[in-house]
Structures are given as structure tokens and as C-alpha cells.
């Protein structure tokens, strides 16, 4: 019986021995500490976490590597029209961009919350079940009822800054960004176009507040 405890007592050493280092090894991968080195160029704006204090700059934390690679080699194409982005991320190699999205995936999002409560209730049904009448899906739908979103395909939005979310939404509407005309004009970004194109400005503003208000965590 003793002997049995021993064994078994050392096989749990053992395997806490290996799995700590590998789990260590894991959250210092070559793409996060790469990516780590980067982000300091980004925290201005984007906070050293990627958690934003800047309410119309948007949090990067818990966003999909992926999504976030695929928006940097937007920006660097001029796919995603932003000056300011495109200075940053002329530089950036496909590796340094995979390093930024892995290291900005791995981080803690802290969700914002929504300022006018009143008004996010209001945004509640849309958001969840859609306007059949209007042909607008429900937010849900991609976005997750949560705001988690679909990793690698519909970013989480859950928590993000409500003044972020809503100047997306009304680029969309204004065909700044994801219109026929704009090289950044994708499926994804003619769907997002023909949702904003028939919200109106209040109902951005509520949809905004209302998604910084859900917690995906």
C-alpha cells in the first residue's frame, strides 16, 4: 500500500515537472516573446496588455491571432484605410504580424462596460435577434451572443470601447470602410455594410453601448 502511494506520488511529481516547463515554454513561444518586443510600439494607444485606456482606440487583448495578423497585413496593403495603421505596419513582416496577434491573443481582455445601461437595453433585441422586417441578422449571429465572436473569422466585441464600435459601425455605414468602392471591400466587409447602411445613427450609438456591456469571459 505504501509502495502503491510512493509510485503514484512520484508519477505526480514527475508529470507536474514536465508539464510546468512545457506550459512555460508554451507562453514564451518565439511568436509571443517576438510579439511582445513589438507591442511596446503599440501601447500608446493600445495599452501594454493590448487593454486600451484610449476609448476610440480598440483593445487587442483575447482577439484571435489571426484576426488581428489579417487586419496589420490590411493596413500594410491599404486594404483598411488608416494612415496612421498603415505607418506602423509598413514595416511589419508576415512573422512580426503573426507575433503581434499571438502575443496580443495570449493577453487577459478586461471588459469596458457600458456607460448608458438605459441605452444598451435598448439595443438588447436587435443585437440579439436581429429586424426580420428590416433584414438586419442579429449581431449574435457572428459576434456570439456574448460579444465573444468567432475566433479567426468575427472578432470578439464584447467589452470593447463603445466610441470604437460605434465609428466602425458608422464607416460601414458610410462606406469608408467595407464598400464596393474601398479596397478593403470583402464579404465579410459587404456584410457589415449592408447591416450599418440601414441602423440608424441612434441605434449604432445603442448597439455600440450594449456590446461594451457584455462580458465574453
Request: charged share 20%; glycine share 10%; net charge positive.
Amino acid at each position: 500500500m505504501i509502495l502503491s502511494r510512493l509510485l503514484a506520488l512520484t508519477a505526480t511529481v514527475l508529470f507536474a515537472a514536465v508539464a510546468v516547463p512545457a506550459a512555460a515554454q508554451a507562453d514564451k513561444s518565439p511568436d509571443y516573446t517576438k510579439g511582445q518586443a513589438l507591442a511596446g510600439s503599440c501601447a500608446g494607444c493600445h495599452g501594454v496588455d493590448g487593454n486600451s485606456t484610449v476609448p476610440t482606440q480598440p483593445n487587442l487583448a483575447g482577439l484571435s491571432w489571426q484576426y488581428t495578423a489579417r487586419q496589420l497585413a490590411h493596413f500594410k496593403s491599404g486594404q483598411r484605410d488608416n494612415a496612421i495603421m498603415k505607418g506602423f505596419a509598413a514595416n511589419l513582416s508576415d512573422t512580426d504580424m503573426k507575433a503581434l496577434g499571438v502575443y496580443y491573443a495570449a493577453q487577459k481582455a478586461r471588459t469596458v462596460g457600458a456607460k448608458d445601461v438605459a441605452l444598451a437595453k435598448t439595443a438588447e433585441k436587435l443585437y440579439r435577434a436581429g429586424d426580420a422586417a428590416r433584414a438586419i441578422p442579429a449581431c449574435s449571429g457572428c459576434h456570439s451572443p456574448t460579444g465573444a465572436g468567432i475566433p479567426a473569422q468575427y472578432p470578439r466585441i464584447g467589452g470593447q470601447h463603445a466610441e470604437y464600435l460605434a465609428q466602425e459601425l458608422s464607416d460601414y455605414k458610410g462606406g469608408k470602410r467595407g464598400g464596393a468602392t474601398k479596397a478593403d471591400s470583402n464579404a465579410s466587409g459587404k456584410i457589415m455594410v449592408a447591416i450599418a447602411s440601414k441602423l440608424t445613427d441612434s441605434e449604432i450609438k445603442a448597439l455600440a453601448e450594449y456590446a461594451a456591456g457584455l462580458k465574453p469571459n
